[in-house]
């Protein structure tokens, strides 16, 4: 049986969304942007799908925007406010050291074009305090991206708290919420943010289908010019199959958001307590506490990271290193390194994440699995070429 | 039995994997990323190696084998490219394939791969092992196609990693091979060979070293000392090398010479790192009989009375007879029968007889 405890990188569609996705295709083919029966027919999709998607984060339809997935929102973000915001004279972005690079490549961006930007470091458990983020505000700050949840350890940034610091100096507040939306409960209005990025395929829709709430009134440049879509804020047709399964992944995951949660971290703390007393040499790193329920990060003492990745895929247990979006190799983890975490930790890491299918028969699989896997790679760490 | 394949996006490797999985062996690719391909790389096509990262892991996918790529610039760094670039600031004209083969693919890689219950690392390197169950060694062998054949950088393996080690293209010609690769409609299967040193880009190792270490300009002299010209570094020379001296028409008119031998063209006969000259004069002075070599691995076992073999010195060079002598120390000292036309330091000498490897050492 292979395991699949990688859900932060993606996971597989829930049935209803496959067979919502199916459906649209076989049945809708209008352009939303059309007229005509077949444009009104696919309009209804999309709409049905904002609702979703509204509910989903408490938002007002109307401040929901569909994109190509959490990428796009992100850049749509940044770059919306940058532009929508320099004319009058706010030149610098913010943003904590931990982001997803969706954030600090369009940051690095925007800084080869003459923004200033300031990253917030984090302390050792991983999340970024709202007065490390008050010192990195300058009068002229446009935005402020704070993301939501962590994709590699998972830990929960407050949100709200930095929010408030943000608006204070009339900054916008950005959070990439990828890995928390469909996971645990999130709502605009509690975390008082303008603008959130959110994609299907990190709770059970499908890849290339996202969104970006922009709260009512926010001023933000469209990034995509084109046509009037998505009320002149999105512009290109949209993907209406993969739209209807993003709203139905969306209304799945708020049906049972908190009793997915109770399981599923019951599942992670069984995994995680199972390999902390199985394996010898092994720690959480990041808080545990403030934390989605579905991920877990663990060192393993003089174990490269990459080659107990390779060695788990081997016994059909997929599992990851951190961010799976760089080269498919592997870096020491911005994230572990922004925590202040010694090189060796940032390169004994491996993330496990889980999600709708994982079952305690594969969290126990794999904590019986790993002892061997690690004690083999152990004895060979280091080992001189004999001559 | 679970093998480990290095990778390298090339038709050998790739028709080497192809053969073992074929033959039902648990195969397991891996690719070693060897140096930054991510930061700074805006120009997109510029790279050809990332590309050859992605032609292995289609050809992985095309076998259905699990693919890998590993990494490492760091190793790869320390082991091969930092030992490149001093050998030729020493003077010295490196052989950087031999210490990949020797340092990292069945050193750093092999541990991996056992780390992975791999009993075997194969590559597609134009050679062959063969077990000689009278001694209990591994013999290695030239490759059938004489013409391909990569003996010459495997000589510096150890029993132990030869042991391990795994050829399946050793006992096919090139041209079976890509025919192989036809028939298994493998993406690789028209891709040219390489034919530059994997980390050096458009084949310009003289700029490479150059950024890597201080200019330092030098002279030509000539067999009597007599300066001739400036130059810009002796990196920038190699034993035997003839074109791009610049020289010539620097060359001052000689007292009692013949205009005749003054038109003589000259050659790189060697390199003085203390005083950074280039010694230059004609090929006749290229010509040696003996050289010494140093770190010798013996595999076929260290004799213990000189022997006869024919001893190759450089990779594209027709093995030549000769008397080897081990010197003690892992050092041996090889006289040849007839003069032989540059003998270049940091290059292998090998040492063969017929078409088995008995061993090599690194020309001093």
Not at chain 2, 22 to 42: C, K, R
Not at chain 2, 100 to 119: E, H, I, Q, T, Y
Not at chain 2, 276 to 303: D, F, H, K, Y
């Amino acid at each position: 049986m292979r395991v699949y405890f990688d859900y932060n990188a993606t996971t597989p569609l829930a049935p209803e969304v496959l067979d919502a996705i199916a459906r649209v295709n076989r049945e809708i083919f209008g352009n939303a942007s059309s007229v005509h029966h077949f444009g009104q027919q696919a309009k209804a999709v999309v709409d049905e799908a904002r609702s979703a998607v509204a509910s989903l984060v408490n938002a007002d339809p109307s401040e929901i925007v569909f994109t190509s997935g959490g990428t796009e929102s992100d850049n749509f973000a940044i770059r919306g406010a940058a532009e929508a915001l320099e004319p009058g004279g706010r030149r610098h972005l913010v943003a904590s050291a931990i982001e997803h690079e969706a954030v600090l490549n369009t940051l690095k961006a925007l800084a080869r074009r003459g923004w200033r930007t300031t990253l917030v470091p984090v302390d050792q458990s991983g999340i970024a305090s709202p007065d490390r983020v008050r010192e990195a505000i300058a009068p002229d700050t446009a935005l402020v991206s704070v993301m939501h949840a962590n994709n590699e350890i998972g830990t929960i940034q407050p949100i709200a708290e930095i929010s408030a610091i943000a608006h204070e100096s009339g900054a916008l507040m950005h959070t990439d919420a990828v890995q928390s939306a469909g996971k645990i409960g999130v709502d605009v209005r509690a975390l008082a943010v303008d603008l959130l990025s959110l994609s299907a395929h990190k709770f059970n829709g499908p890849k290339g289908a996202g969104a970006l709430f922009i709260k009512r009134g926010t001023r933000l440049q469209p990034t995509m010019t084109g046509g009037k879509h998505e009320r002149n804020r999105r512009a290109g047709t949209e993907n209406v199959a993969a739209i209807a399964g993003l709203g139905v992944a969306a209304r799945l995951a708020a049906a049972k958001i908190e009793r997915e949660a109770e399981r599923i971290g019951t599942l992670r703390d069984r995994l995680e307590g199972g390999i902390l007393s199985a394996v010898p040499g092994t720690a959480v790193n990041g808080a545990r506490e403030a934390r989605v329920p579905n991920t877990t990060n663990i060192s393993f003492d003089r174990v490269e990271a990459e080659s107990l990745l390779i060695a788990l895929d081997l016994e059909g247990i997929a599992v990851s290193t951190g961010s799976a979006c760089s080269s498919g190799t592997l870096e020491p983890s911005h994230v572990l390194k922004a925590m202040g975490l010694p090189v060796h930790r940032t390169q004994n890491s491996l993330r496990f994440s889980l999600g709708m299918f994982s079952s305690e028969a594969e969290v126990d699989q794999v904590v019986a699995v790993l002892p061997r896997l690690v004690e083999k790679l152990r004895g060979l760490t280091r080992k001189p070429v004999s001559a | 039995m679970r093998i480990v394949v290095a990778m390298s996006g090339g038709v050998d490797s790739s028709v080497a994997a192809a053969l073992l999985a074929e033959q039902g062996h648990d195969v397991i690719g891996l690719s070693m990323q060897l140096y930054d391909q991510s930061e700074g790389q805006t120009t997109f096509g510029s790279c050809c190696s990332i590309d050859d990262l992605h032609d292995a892991r289609r050809v992985a996918a095309a076998i259905d084998i699990p693919h890998y790529i590993l990494n490492f610039e760091r190793r790869f760094d320390e082991q091969v490219v930092s030992n490149f670039v001093q050998e030729y600031a020493a003077g010295r004209t490196p052989l950087p394939c031999a210490r990949c083969n020797s340092d990292l693919k069945f050193a750093a890689l092999a541990d991996r791969a056992r780390g992975f219950g791999a009993d075997a690392v194969a590559t597609g390197h134009y050679a062959r092992v063969e077990r000689d169950e009278a001694t209990g060694r591994t013999r290695l062998m030239r490759g059938i196609d004489a013409s391909k054949d990569q003996s010459y950088f495997l000589f510096s393996l150890t029993q132990e990693q030869l042991a391990h080690a795994v050829f399946p293209v050793g006992d096919r010609p090139k041209d079976a091979v890509r025919e192989y690769a036809r028939t298994r409609r493998l993406p690789v299967a028209e891709k040219p060979d390489s034919q530059e040193i994997c980390f050096i880009p458009d084949h310009d190792y003289r700029s490479f070293v150059g950024k890597n270490v201080p200019s330092r300009q030098g002279v030509f002299v000539d067999e009597q000392g007599q300066v001739l010209g400036t130059h810009d570094g002796i990196h920038r020379f190699t034993v035997g090398q003839r074109k791009g001296l610049s020289v010539a028409a620097q060359r001052p008119g000689r007292r009692n010479g013949s205009a005749a031998s003054d038109a003589a063209p000259l050659y790189v006969l060697s390199l003085r790192p203390s005083d950074q000259q280039v010694v230059v004069g004609p090929r006749s002075s290229l010509e040696r009989t003996t050289l010494t070599a140093s770190g010798v691995n013996w595999i076929a076992g260290e004799p213990d009375r000189p022997l006869r073999a024919r001893v190759q010195i450089r990779h594209r060079h027709q093995a030549a007879a000769a008397a080897v002598r081990a010197l003690g120390d892992a050092r041996v000292e090889v006289a040849f029968d007839a003069p032989q036309i540059a003998i270049t330091p940091g290059q292998a000498a090998v040492f063969y007889d017929g078409n088995v490897v008995l061993g090599g050492g690194w020309i001093d």
